[in-house]
């Protein structure tokens, strides 16, 4: 396939997106840059090459761009996304939802149908708290945690993203204190004062022996171990076999609480989260983006006497738009539709991000181009090197970076978009269509980073 060139479902060949200053989307980016912080809502999403991705709607598994380009789509609003861009039975319920109204400040029957549905889904989510953003739940969790616990120190492990909030995002792993230790957490932004993560230490993922030691070391004193159970924003990285159940012991031992981070995992891999899959049970979970199908939802869920400090435990959490009827709405048919026929969805979303997969490494074997791909399926990293797995997030960060963006880049000329850090994220709407499409732009793309010298061995 020419690599100037995209097509639209018709098979019409259209110009493909570059930096030329005329384009619609390169004019939208210099108003936008005039009252917007970079143009942008997020910093994330500067990291998108040849310029930020300028949207106009998104259909299915598909998205239009300013200029009337149409991209198979595996950004997906960043995992948010699980039935498909403007699905109509989410559509139709927030429509009828709205003309109720939005926003009482009071309850509504909506909260707890989703209640009840999340709780039914996974079983150590016994109460929820919905709350607008990935964020905010992580902050009311760790809240919580502390006040049950007495206790203030916080254990979260290196490459893991809890949010931006001053008080548990962090830099890179230190390696002050030698292999496998604890390290002091160091502040990941500026900005943020160092007294923020002054009880937060930061581990290596993956290392065994450093959860044995610093269990030992610590023991008593740590209010929570938070964790995301397959690490998706740094690899997708699977737990080895023993970690989780050594973490588990330590909090069951000790009276540390246990926080799975299923913003991104939570409704994406399995209709019981990434705990389901791995036969763990955490005391606290968080969920977001997959749950409302791209509204802006999350929530904080687990054990009846954790989430009754809510209530009568003098913790508080509050939000004006928190469990708002057009979010509800939209998560109680998100919910339904993954919940239909035993979850039948998930089978046909989990083969398709299995065969894309697949599709990928033996197209990057065709062009001489060694691929390593790792995960569940409905979320998969991608890296262009010739290592067997990677199991750790210092690993991940070194890895192929510069010859994943190319491919990313190469494939948004061809009509694929696709995340520059190699994370691919599908939903219910992906067919074998757009997959097949995405492996012929694969084989271009591929071409590309071989001719640049980048196929890393």
């Known amino acids: 396939m020419d690599g100037s060139k995209v ?3 018709t098979g019409a060949p259209v110009a493909a997106p570059n930096s030329d200053p005329s384009s619609r989307s390169a004019e939208y980016m210099t108003r936008a840059g005039r009252h917007l912080a970079g143009g942008v809502n997020s910093n994330i999403r500067l990291d998108e090459r040849p310029a930020p991705f300028v949207a106009v709607r998104g259909r299915g598994a598909e998205v239009e761009d300013l200029d009337g380009r149409r991209y198979v789509d595996y950004v997906c609003g960043m995992g948010a996304v699980i039935l498909g861009h403007a699905d109509p039975g989410v559509t139709e319920a927030v429509v009828a939802t709205m003309r109720e109204g939005v926003a009482f400040a009071g309850q509504h029957p909506l909260e707890a149908e989703v209640a009840e549905r999340i709780s039914a889904a996974v079983p150590s989510a016994e109460v929820v708290r919905c709350t607008s953003s990935g964020s905010e739940a992580v902050h009311a969790a760790i809240r919580i945690a502390r006040a049950a616990t007495g206790r203030w120190p916080v254990v979260r492990f290196d490459g893991h993203y809890h949010g931006w909030l001053d008080s548990i995002h962090t830099a890179a792993r230190s390696p002050e204190g030698g292999l496998g230790a604890a390290a002091p957490a160091r502040p990941g932004s500026r900005g943020q004062p160092p007294a923020a993560v002054h009880d937060v230490l930061v581990m290596p993922w993956n290392d065994l022996e450093a959860v044995r030691s610093a269990a030992g070391l610590h023991r008593g004193r740590i209010a929570t171990i938070i964790l995301e159970p397959i690490l998706c924003n740094t690899g997708v990285i699977p737990p080895a076999p023993g970690f989780l159940e050594a973490i588990r012991d330590w909090c069951s031992r000790d009276g540390t ?49 954790l989430m009754g400090t809510l209530v009568s435990g003098g913790v508080l959490h509050g939000g004006t738009y928190n469990g708002n009827p057009p979010v509800m709405a939209a998560a109680r048919a998100t919910l339904d539709a993954l919940a239909a026929d035993g979850g039948a969805a998930y089978a046909a979303l989990t083969a398709a991000g299995r065969s894309l997969m697949q599709g990928l490494a033996g197209a990057g074997a065709e062009r001489g181009v060694p691929v390593l791909t790792q995960g569940p399926g409905p979320v998969f990293q991608m890296w262009i090197t010739g290592r067997p797995s990677v199991s750790d997030a210092a690993t991940a960060r070194a890895t192929g970076v510069a010859a994943g963006a190319l491919f990313a880049d190469a494939m948004r000329r061809r009509g694929v978009r696709s995340l520059p850090s190699g994370r691919w994220l599908l939903s219910v709407a992906h067919s074998a269509d757009h997959i097949a499409r995405t492996v012929e732009a694969a084989r271009g793309a591929f071409d590309e980073v071989r001719e640049a010298g980048l196929g890393e061995r």
Do not use: C, Y
């Open 7 to 9: 097509r639209t479902d």
């Open 257 to 305: 609480v246990l926080i799975f981070d299923e913003v991104i995992t939570g409704f994406r891999v399995a209709l019981g989260g990434a705990q389901s899959l791995l036969g763990m049970t955490p005391d606290l979970t968080v969920f977001g983006k997959a749950v409302a199908n791209g509204f802006p939802m999350s929530a904080v869920a687990g054990r009846r006497d």
